[in-house]
Protein backbone atom coordinates (compact mmCIF):
# COMPACT_ATOMS: atom_id res chain seq x y z
CA UNK A 1 0.00 0.00 0.00
CA UNK A 2 1.54 3.40 -1.01
CA UNK A 3 2.60 5.45 1.99
CA UNK A 4 2.68 2.45 4.59
CA UNK A 5 6.17 1.77 6.35
CA UNK A 6 7.03 -0.71 4.33
CA UNK A 7 6.13 1.25 0.71
CA UNK A 8 6.98 4.83 0.44
CA UNK A 9 5.01 7.39 -1.69
CA UNK A 10 5.89 7.42 -5.12
CA UNK A 11 7.43 11.19 -5.43
CA UNK A 12 8.05 12.61 -8.88
CA UNK A 13 11.70 13.91 -8.79
CA UNK A 14 12.66 17.78 -8.80
CA UNK A 15 12.93 18.01 -12.42
CA UNK A 16 9.31 16.68 -12.84
CA UNK A 17 8.28 18.77 -10.02
CA UNK A 18 10.04 21.73 -12.13
CA UNK A 19 8.79 21.21 -15.24
CA UNK A 20 4.95 20.94 -13.62
CA UNK A 21 5.47 24.01 -11.87
CA UNK A 22 6.41 25.47 -15.25
CA UNK A 23 3.55 24.21 -17.25
CA UNK A 24 1.22 25.14 -14.55
CA UNK A 25 2.37 29.26 -14.65
CA UNK A 26 2.19 29.38 -18.33
CA UNK A 27 -0.87 32.05 -18.78
CA UNK A 28 -4.25 31.47 -20.26
CA UNK A 29 -4.43 31.36 -23.79
CA UNK A 30 -0.50 31.18 -24.21
CA UNK A 31 2.54 28.44 -25.11
CA UNK A 32 5.54 27.05 -23.97
CA UNK A 33 7.64 24.67 -26.78
CA UNK A 34 8.67 21.31 -24.50
CA UNK A 35 11.95 22.86 -25.54
CA UNK A 36 11.21 26.30 -24.49
CA UNK A 37 10.35 25.09 -20.67
CA UNK A 38 13.54 23.13 -21.26
CA UNK A 39 15.73 26.56 -21.92
CA UNK A 40 14.01 28.31 -19.05
CA UNK A 41 14.78 25.62 -16.48
CA UNK A 42 18.69 25.29 -17.88
CA UNK A 43 18.14 21.56 -17.59
CA UNK A 44 17.24 18.77 -19.69
CA UNK A 45 15.88 19.11 -23.15
CA UNK A 46 12.36 18.77 -24.96
CA UNK A 47 12.17 15.03 -24.76
CA UNK A 48 12.95 14.93 -21.38
CA UNK A 49 9.83 17.55 -21.12
CA UNK A 50 8.00 15.75 -23.11
CA UNK A 51 8.75 12.45 -20.61
CA UNK A 52 7.28 14.82 -17.94
CA UNK A 53 4.41 15.74 -19.36
CA UNK A 54 3.35 12.44 -20.71
CA UNK A 55 3.78 11.02 -17.32
CA UNK A 56 2.33 13.16 -15.15
CA UNK A 57 1.05 16.28 -17.55
CA UNK A 58 -2.41 15.74 -16.74
CA UNK A 59 -2.47 17.47 -13.14
CA UNK A 60 -1.22 21.10 -15.21
CA UNK A 61 -2.77 22.96 -17.71
CA UNK A 62 -0.83 20.57 -20.50
CA UNK A 63 -2.64 21.49 -23.50
CA UNK A 64 -0.01 25.47 -23.28
CA UNK A 65 3.01 23.12 -23.62
CA UNK A 66 3.37 22.00 -27.42
CA UNK A 67 5.46 21.27 -30.24
CA UNK A 68 7.58 23.16 -31.64
CA UNK A 69 6.47 22.79 -35.15
CA UNK A 70 2.61 24.23 -33.11
CA UNK A 71 1.01 20.98 -33.93
CA UNK A 72 -1.42 19.55 -31.78
CA UNK A 73 -0.14 16.64 -29.50
CA UNK A 74 -1.50 13.66 -31.88
CA UNK A 75 -4.41 11.37 -30.22
CA UNK A 76 -5.24 14.48 -27.89
CA UNK A 77 -6.07 16.89 -30.66
CA UNK A 78 -10.26 16.73 -29.21
CA UNK A 79 -9.36 17.23 -25.76
CA UNK A 80 -7.12 20.36 -26.61
CA UNK A 81 -9.28 22.65 -28.60
CA UNK A 82 -11.56 23.35 -26.61
CA UNK A 83 -8.84 24.35 -23.99
CA UNK A 84 -7.60 26.91 -27.06
CA UNK A 85 -11.03 28.31 -27.87
CA UNK A 86 -11.82 28.55 -24.58
CA UNK A 87 -8.48 30.43 -24.08
CA UNK A 88 -8.55 32.56 -26.91
CA UNK A 89 -5.00 30.45 -27.88
CA UNK A 90 -3.82 31.76 -31.26
CA UNK A 91 -4.96 29.08 -34.12
CA UNK A 92 -3.72 28.77 -37.26
CA UNK A 93 -6.05 27.40 -39.65
CA UNK A 94 -5.29 23.57 -40.82
CA UNK A 95 -2.76 23.01 -43.63
CA UNK A 96 -5.01 20.15 -45.42
CA UNK A 97 -8.55 19.66 -45.07
CA UNK A 98 -9.46 17.49 -42.49
CA UNK A 99 -6.15 17.93 -40.09
CA UNK A 100 -6.78 20.19 -36.28
CA UNK A 101 -5.62 23.62 -36.44
CA UNK A 102 -2.23 24.52 -35.12
CA UNK A 103 -1.78 26.63 -32.53
CA UNK A 104 -0.09 29.88 -33.96
CA UNK A 105 3.27 29.96 -32.33
CA UNK A 106 4.21 33.71 -33.07
CA UNK A 107 1.72 35.06 -31.59
CA UNK A 108 1.02 32.45 -28.76
CA UNK A 109 4.48 31.87 -27.63
CA UNK A 110 4.91 33.18 -24.10
CA UNK A 111 8.39 34.33 -22.95
CA UNK A 112 7.22 36.73 -20.43
CA UNK A 113 7.58 36.17 -16.85
CA UNK A 114 5.47 33.46 -15.24
CA UNK A 115 1.49 34.60 -13.97
CA UNK A 116 3.46 34.34 -10.67
CA UNK A 117 6.02 36.66 -11.71
CA UNK A 118 8.90 33.89 -11.44
CA UNK A 119 11.00 34.56 -14.26
Do not use: C, N
Not at 35 to 57: C, N
Request: proline letters at 11%; glycine letters at 12%.
Amino acid sequence: MAGSPSTPAHRVSEYADRVLAAAERIPPGRVMTYGDIAARLGEGGPRQVGRVMAHYGGAVPWWRVVRADGRLLPGHEHRALPHYRAEGTPLRDAARPGDAPRVDLRRARWDGPFADGTP
